[in-house]
C-alpha cells in the first residue's frame, strides 16, 4: 500500500475530497466524496459560520471513511493574487526577491506585511544572449484568508501538508508536467468566479479570475422567468445552451452571462498570443462544477474556433472498473481536489 495523499476542496457550492495512493509510479484511486457546502461557509468570517464548515467536513470524512489526517486544501483564486511578471530583465536569485517584492506592490491592493508572497521562475535566459529576461509566477495569499482556512482545518482536526491556489492545483490534475501538451487554456467555472490560466510545458503562463460564474447564470435564469433559484438551476443543469430546447428561451436568458466569460476568453488569447506569437493556444478545457452545462462545450468551439473539451481530472488515475461511469458524471467538478491530492512534495 503506497502512500496515501488527501486533496480538500472547500468550495462555496461543495465541499469534495479525494484520496489517493501512489504505488510505483501511478496513482490509485482509493476514495472520493462530495457534500454540500454551508451557506455562507468559508466566505463568512463568522465563528458560527467556520464551525459548520468544520462539521461539514467531519461529515464528509465519515462517509468517505478518510482517517488521515495530513491534507492539501485550496485556496479560491477569487482571495488571491495571481500574475504572471515577464518585464524583468537577467536576474539571480537574490536579485529577483528585491525585484518581486517592488513588482508585487503594483497589482497586490494592500500591504505586502499582510500576504505571505510565493514565486515560481518559468524562464531565464542566458545572461550572455542579447534579450535577457526572468518570467516569474507570483501568488500572494493575504494571511487573514490563509488564517481563516488554518482555523477550519484545526477544528476539523486536519493538519494542512500545503495550501496552494486552485489553479496550481488543476493544472496538475489536467495538463500535469507533461511538455508535450498542447498550449492549453483551463477554464474553471466555479459557483462565484470563473477563472482562467494558460499553461504550456506544464507551466501557468497567463492568469485572471472574474467574479461571473454558476450563480450568475441561475440568478439571470431566474429573473428571466420569474422562477426560484432551485427551479432556474434545474433549468440550467437540464437545457443550458441548447438553442433547440424550449424554443431556445433558456439560451436566451443564458447568453449574456455566458457572453461576459466569452469576451474574458477572447481577451485572455488575444493577449497571450501578442505576447507568445510563437506558442498559439490549441485547446480549451472546461472545469469545475459549471463545465457540465449542456452545450457549452459546443457554444465556446463555435466562438472561438478552438478545440474545447471537458475536463476529466481521473485520465491518469488508476480506478476500479465499477467506478469509471460514476466518475464521469461529474468529473470536471473533482478537477481542483485531484490536483491537490496528486501534489507530491
Do not use: C
Not at 55 to 70: D, F, S
Not at 199 to 219: D, H, Y
Not at 243 to 252: N, P, Y
Request: charged share 25%.
Amino acid at each position: 500500500m503506497g502512500k496515501i495523499t488527501i486533496g480538500l476542496d472547500l468550495g462555496l457550492s461543495s465541499i469534495k475530497m479525494v484520496a489517493l495512493a501512489k504505488e510505483g509510479d501511478k496513482f490509485n484511486l482509493k476514495t472520493l466524496g462530495s457534500i454540500p457546502a454551508p451557506s455562507p461557509g468559508i466566505l463568512s468570517d463568522n465563528e458560527e459560520a467556520l464551525l459548520a464548515v468544520s462539521e461539514a467536513i467531519k461529515k464528509l470524512m465519515t462517509a468517505t471513511k478518510i482517517e488521515q489526517k495530513e491534507v492539501v486544501a485550496a485556496l479560491p483564486e477569487s482571495k488571491v493574487f495571481t500574475r504572471v511578471i515577464d518585464d524583468l530583465p537577467y536576474l539571480t536569485d537574490s536579485e529577483l526577491q528585491s525585484a518581486i517584492r517592488y513588482a508585487a506592490e503594483e497589482f497586490i491592493p494592500m500591504p505586502l506585511s499582510e500576504v505571505n508572497l510565493n514565486w515560481q521562475v518559468l524562464l531565464r535566459s542566458d545572461p550572455k544572449s542579447k534579450e535577457t529576461k526572468t518570467i516569474v509566477l507570483v501568488v500572494a495569499s493575504p494571511k487573514n484568508a490563509v488564517n481563516k482556512y488554518l482555523k477550519v482545518l484545526t477544528e476539523t482536526g486536519l493538519k494542512p501538508r500545503a495550501l496552494e491556489t486552485e489553479t496550481i492545483a488543476v493544472t496538475r490534475s489536467l495538463v500535469g508536467n507533461n511538455p508535450f501538451s498542447p498550449t492549453t487554456m483551463i477554464v474553471q467555472l466555479g459557483a462565484a468566479t470563473t477563472d482562467f490560466a494558460v499553461v504550456s510545458k506544464g507551466l501557468i503562463w497567463l492568469t485572471r479570475s472574474i467574479s461571473t460564474g454558476g450563480m450568475a447564470l441561475t440568478r439571470s435564469l431566474a429573473q428571466h422567468f420569474n422562477f426560484e433559484i432551485n427551479q432556474a438551476e434545474e433549468y440550467k443543469k437540464v437545457y443550458g445552451l441548447l438553442e433547440d430546447q424550449l424554443e431556445g428561451k433558456v439560451f436566451e436568458a443564458l447568453k449574456p452571462v455566458t457572453d461576459i466569460i466569452l469576451v474574458e476568453l477572447r481577451r485572455m488569447i488575444q493577449a497571450f498570443e501578442a505576447k507568445y506569437p510563437q506558442n498559439p493556444i490549441k485547446r480549451m478545457v472546461l472545469s469545475g462544477g459549471g463545465a457540465k452545462m449542456p452545450g457549452l462545450v459546443i457554444y465556446f468551439a463555435n466562438n472561438l474556433g478552438l478545440e474545447v473539451q471537458e475536463a476529466d481530472p481521473w485520465y491518469s488515475i488508476a480506478k476500479d472498473k465499477g467506478i469509471i461511469s460514476k466518475l464521469a458524471t461529474d468529473a470536471p467538478s473533482y478537477s481542483v481536489a485531484v490536483g491537490l491530492a496528486l501534489r507530491e512534495e
